[in-house]
């Protein structure tokens, strides 16, 4: 029912790596800004990283800055996130998102917010281990 499916989660332990992807079947979000989020149980959905449409512009949150990258393939129709040196508090669920609108597609605009976007997934879970 979701519009994008999340793959690539699992549990590992801290200090290894996992590359999550996020594809939209039957639709194309090749050229809109996509984000990744994540959500603990219990509580707030919270910002992970962004990407413009274009890919040439990112953001991410000061947690995991220099250890996850973002990155896209327009061509396949599909966004990666590549967690590097996890902790285990980056377990999680994790959720892929799609912003709307034509005015957006091909730019180099990113958004951070929940409210900013308006197609999701139904999350990967990532379970990281001392």
């Known amino acids: 029912q979701a519009q994008l499916v999340e793959s690539g989660g699992g549990l590992v332990q801290a200090g290894n790596s996992l590359r999550l992807s996020c594809a939209a079947p039957?639709?194309?979000?090749?050229?809109?800004?996509m984000g990744w989020f994540r959500q603990v149980p219990g509580q707030e959905r919270q910002f992970v990283a962004a990407?413009?449409?274009?890919?040439?512009?990112?953001y991410y949150e000061e947690g995991v800055k220099g250890r996850f990258t973002i990155s896209r393939d327009n061509a396949e129709n599909t966004v990666y996130l590549q967690m590097n040196s996890l902790k285990p508090e980056d377990t999680a669920v994790y959720y892929c998102?799609?912003?709307?609108?034509?005015?957006?597609?091909?730019?180099?605009?990113?958004?951070?917010?929940?409210?900013?976007?308006?197609?999701w997934g139904q999350g990967t879970q990532v379970t990281v281990s001392s």
């Open positions: 990407i413009s449409g274009t890919g040439g512009t990112k």
């Open positions: 039957g639709r194309t979000f090749s050229s809109s800004p």
């Open positions: 998102a799609a912003k709307a609108g034509q005015e957006y597609k091909g730019g180099y605009y990113y958004f951070t917010e929940i409210y900013e976007y308006d197609y």
